[in-house]
């Protein structure tokens, strides 16, 4: 049987060396490397490309959020599941963004951590059914919130004054050339103000953006 390899990061050596002792009697498991700080972790895990990264959240000189988003970074196969004794919901949601599998409290039994790290290893979310009540509510919550966000959106969408001058001539449906003379600018300075408009208003012709900037009151 292969065994997966795991590497342990966690700034108290005493809960590095149970968490050893614990995945060692494991027959599918081997620890083949133990960090202290998150540094040491990003070095590491390049170095011995684990399988598994179990990482402690708080950390001195790189917290395990920031060890885990560079590890992702270099290494995207690596699964990685964060332990951490707060029961914070802003650090969970920090941990799953940067790439954490999973997220447990360090007051989990030995036998449903072990079961929650061949889960995550199998690609599931390791994380207990009260974590995972709150990353659905905040999925909820934000999805609740989308039109809002989706309005304010809306709403951001300025032109700059040549801009506006540009698309109300090009809206007439006239040259590059045309619009230059116009407006007393070069045709560079045309293909560029139309480039930023399509870009700012996501459409891909200036006939559509003529549209939507009339519909948005900009013309």
């Given at each position: 049987m292969t065994r997966a390899r795991v590497l342990l990061v966690d700034d108290?050596?005493?809960?590095?060396?149970?968490?050893?002792?614990?995945?060692?009697?494991?027959?599918?498991?081997?620890?083949?490397?133990?960090?202290?700080?998150?540094?040491?972790?990003?070095?590491?895990?390049?170095?011995?490309?684990?399988?598994?990264?179990?990482?402690?959240?708080?950390?001195?000189?790189?917290?395990?959020?920031?060890?885990a988003r560079q590890i992702r970074e270099k290494l995207p196969e690596t699964t990685i599941v964060m332990l951490t004794v707060r029961d914070d919901d802003e650090k969970l949601l920090e941990a799953l963004k940067a790439g954490a599998q999973g997220y447990l409290l360090k007051d989990i039994h030995s036998r449903e951590m072990l079961a929650m790290l061949r889960g995550a290893l199998r690609g599931e979310a390791a994380l207990s059914p009260r974590m995972a009540g709150r990353v659905l509510a905040e999925f909820q919550r934000m999805n609740a919130r989308a039109p809002a966000y989706f309005a304010a959106e809306e709403e951001l969408v300025e032109l700059t004054r040549r801009e506006l001058e540009t698309l109300s001539v090009a809206a007439r449906g006239v040259s590059d050339k045309e619009i230059a003379e116009e407006l007393s600018i070069s045709v560079h300075t045309v293909k560029s103000h139309m480039r930023s408009i399509l870009a700012k208003l996501h459409v891909n012709t200036r006939r559509e953006a003529a549209r939507v900037a009339r519909s948005k009151g900009l013309l």
């Open positions: 108290h050596a005493l809960l590095r060396e149970g968490l050893a002792g614990i995945i060692a009697a494991q027959p599918d498991l081997e620890v083949v490397g133990q960090a202290g700080d998150g540094l040491e972790a990003v070095v590491m895990a390049q170095a011995l490309q684990p399988d598994l990264v179990l990482m402690d959240v708080q950390m001195p000189a790189l917290d395990g959020i920031e060890a």
